[in-house]
């Protein structure tokens, strides 16, 4: 069996993420989304929201299991028997970001790899933190979500402006 951890904040799941999530589940037997609790930033979404969003957005994807950890993420991988790690690559700003992180994870865990899937052309300029700051103008973001992820940013710009 070949499964693989896909980690990130998905402070909202894009579908820069979904893509990646798609792809890199094609390419194995399972494909664990791990949800990051304590990652430093004050996230918009809670760890139970963003797991629901993406548990939500994946549902008809058989091999995709979504949940939230934290910690370090090789222990993460350990405890589940994993010895993937999926990223994905935009542009080479990720680049230097993402070689710090699997170096330091290889030397951490010899025997967990990251692999890179780099993104679809369509989605190479999209990140969640465009998606929060054009939401919290009242932008447009269906291009970039879900709709049923656009309807649960939208509620939350809601909640905060009142
Ligand atoms: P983190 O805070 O760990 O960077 P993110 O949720 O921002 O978490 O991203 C998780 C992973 O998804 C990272 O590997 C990131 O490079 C990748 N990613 C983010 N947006 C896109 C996108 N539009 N296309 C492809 N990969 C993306």
Same mark, same amino acid.
């Given at each position: 069996?070949?499964?693989?951890? *896909?980690?990130g904040? %998905?402070?909202p799941?894009?579908f820069?993420?979904?893509d990646?999530?798609?792809?890199?589940?094609a390419?194995?037997?399972?494909?664990?989304?791990?949800v990051?609790?304590?990652?430093?930033?004050?996230p918009?979404?809670?760890v139970?929201e963003?797991?629901?969003?993406l548990?939500? $957005?994946?549902?008809?994807?058989?091999n995709?299991q979504?949940?939230?950890f934290?910690?370090l993420?090789v222990? %993460?991988?350990?405890?589940?028997g994993v010895?993937?790690?999926?990223r994905?690559? !935009?542009?080479?700003?990720? %680049?230097?970001y993402?070689?710090?992180?699997?170096q330091?994870?290889?030397?951490?865990?010899?025997?967990?790899?990251?692999? %890179?899937?780099?993104?679809?052309?369509?989605?190479? *300029?999209?990140?969640s933190?465009?998606?929060?700051?054009? $939401?919290?103008y009242?932008g447009?973001?269906?291009?970039?979500v879900?709709?049923?992820?656009?309807?649960?940013? !939208?509620?939350? *710009?809601?909640?905060?402006?009142?």
């Amino acid at each position: 069996m070949k499964a693989g951890i *896909y980690p990130g904040s %998905f402070d909202p799941a894009t579908f820069g993420h979904l893509d990646i999530i798609k792809r890199a589940a094609a390419l194995m037997d399972n494909l664990i989304v791990g949800v990051l609790k304590n990652n430093g930033k004050t996230p918009l979404f809670s760890v139970d929201e963003r797991v629901n969003m993406l548990r939500d $957005a994946v549902k008809d994807i058989e091999n995709v299991q979504v949940m939230s950890f934290s910690g370090l993420l090789v222990d %993460f991988a350990r405890q589940h028997g994993v010895n993937v790690i999926v990223r994905g690559l !935009r542009a080479v700003t990720d %680049f230097e970001y993402e070689l710090l992180m699997s170096q330091t994870n290889r030397v951490m865990a010899p025997d967990i790899d990251t692999i %890179f899937l780099t993104t679809s052309l369509d989605y190479a *300029y999209l990140s969640s933190s465009t998606v929060r700051e054009i $939401a919290s103008y009242g932008g447009d973001i269906s291009k970039f979500v879900p709709p049923d992820i656009e309807d649960i940013i !939208r509620k939350k *710009y809601k909640e905060e402006n009142r």
